[in-house]
Structure formats: structure tokens, C-alpha cells
């Protein structure tokens, strides 16, 4: 099974800030299939950007991707209020998918 | 509108059962895997349980491998997820899920279905 380890916990920044988000695999993942989400409190999670680096219809060009093997990024260029909230990274492999154990974007 | 509706979830004792449902509209129901994913208050997501468009291949995580059963009727464009010896630790909101084609990842989402287990 392969572990996905996502830091830092917490990341605590002010509207207008970059963030920059970390995935770490526990071994090489496809590009195709890692994947980030957003979900906010008391709503469901929100596909944002599949194969590491595509956006998610409606995904604002704010939000990107990158990374391959076994270290992924989110960034976020410029934080907008709506934006915090906890983001998951999430992979396919064998038959079995994973979850990271989110990031949370809190305001500062 | 593409759209995912649970239901089902409830309060039960440990080692009780639980049916969840998932209906399916505004998409072509019978072409995509679907999937259940749980989230234990205040915790991360957790992937459950995938099945393939047929109902052929069905993938579990190992929590709860040989007490939970996914499920499918493409006829009436629903998800099914059947719990049983539900223990404390299978308490959490269950998602319903639609798969990405090619990427597979998680790209519809249902609003979700609590299911708690407790005495």
C-alpha cells in the first residue's frame, strides 16, 4: 500500500500569499492518477486537479500542480478568502486508492 | 445537473448492519466506476470500497474487507453499500463517488450519509 505523507499540517498565511503544499509518496506514484482535492467545513470534498497538474472544470488558474515519482505540489499562486480549507492529495495504484491526511490553510 | 444522494446512514449498536444508498442522475450511470468514501468526525478521508461499471470487480479496503459489500443496479442508476459487524470505528460520513474516467480520480461527490455506531 502506498502511503501518501502531506506537510505541513498546518500552513497559516494571509489572503494574497502564495501557498505551496507537499505530497510525498511512499513510493513512486503514476502522474496519471495523483490527484488534489479542497474541502471545506461541513461540505463535501471538491475535485481540483487531476493527473497532477490538470485543473478540474471551474478550477480557478490560481490553483496548479506539479511533481512526479514521489514528491507532488499544490500551489496556490495568490490566496483568496475562499480558499482556506483543507486540502487532501490522493493516489491510484494496484486496485487500491489512498489518501494523504491533509493540509490545512488556515488565515494568519 | 450530475448529482449524487445518499442515504441510509443512522445510528446502530456494534455489531449491527447497515444498507446505504446512492442515487445516481444526469450522467450515464451504467459507464463509470463508482466508489464510497468515509471520513470519521474531525479525521481525513478515507477510500472504502470501489466497483466497475458491470459489477464484475469490486475492491475493498482492508478495514473492512469481508464486512462491507458494494454494490450496483444499473437499471435504477444506484450505489449500494452493505455494513456489516459495524464496530465504533466505522463511525464517519460516507461519500458516494463517481470516477474520473482514464484518471481515476474522485470527481463527483455525493453530500454524504452519517453512520454512527455506538451502544
Known amino acids: 500500500e502506498i502511503v501518501l505523507t502531506q506537510s505541513p499540517g498546518t500552513l497559516s498565511l494571509s489572503p494574497g500569499e502564495r501557498a505551496t503544499l507537499s505530497c510525498r509518496a511512499s513510493?513512486?506514484?503514476?502522474?496519471?492518477?495523483l490527484t488534489w482535492y479542497q474541502q471545506k467545513p461541513g461540505q463535501a470534498p471538491r475535485l481540483l486537479i487531476y493527473?497532477?497538474?490538470s485543473r478540474a472544470t471551474g478550477i480557478p488558474d490560481r490553483f496548479s500542480g506539479s511533481g512526479s515519482g514521489t514528491d507532488f505540489i499544490l500551489t496556490i499562486s495568490r490566496l483568496e478568502p475562499e480558499d482556506f480549507a483543507v486540502y487532501y492529495c490522493?493516489?491510484?495504484?494496484?486496485?487500491?486508492?489512498?489518501f494523504g491526511q491533509g493540509t490545512k490553510v488556515e488565515i494568519k | 445537473e450530475v448529482q449524487l444522494v445518499e442515504s441510509g446512514g443512522g445510528l446502530v449498536q456494534p455489531g449491527g448492519s447497515l444498507r446505504l444508498s446512492c442515487a445516481a442522475s444526469?450522467?450515464?450511470?451504467?459507464?463509470?466506476?463508482m466508489s464510497w468514501v468515509r471520513q470519521a468526525p474531525g479525521k481525513g478521508l478515507e477510500w472504502v470500497a470501489n466497483?466497475?461499471?458491470?459489477?464484475?470487480?469490486?475492491y475493498y479496503v482492508d478495514s473492512v474487507e469481508g464486512r462491507f459489500t458494494i454494490s450496483r443496479d444499473n437499471a435504477e442508476n444506484s450505489l449500494y453499500l452493505q455494513m456489516n459487524s459495524l464496530r465504533a470505528e466505522d463511525t464517519a460520513m460516507y461519500y458516494c463517488?463517481?470516477?474520473?474516467?482514464?484518471?481515476?480520480?474522485?470527481?463527483?461527490w455525493g453530500q454524504g450519509t452519517m453512520v454512527t455506531v455506538s451502544s
Open positions: 463517488v463517481r470516477v474520473k474516467w482514464v484518471s481515476n480520480a474522485f470527481d463527483i
Open positions: 444526469g450522467f450515464t450511470f451504467r459507464t463509470y466506476w
Open positions: 466497483i466497475n461499471q458491470d459489477g464484475s470487480e469490486k
Open positions: 513510493q513512486s506514484v503514476s502522474s496519471s492518477y
Open positions: 493527473g497532477a497538474s
Open positions: 490522493h493516489q491510484y495504484g494496484s486496485s487500491l486508492w489512498t
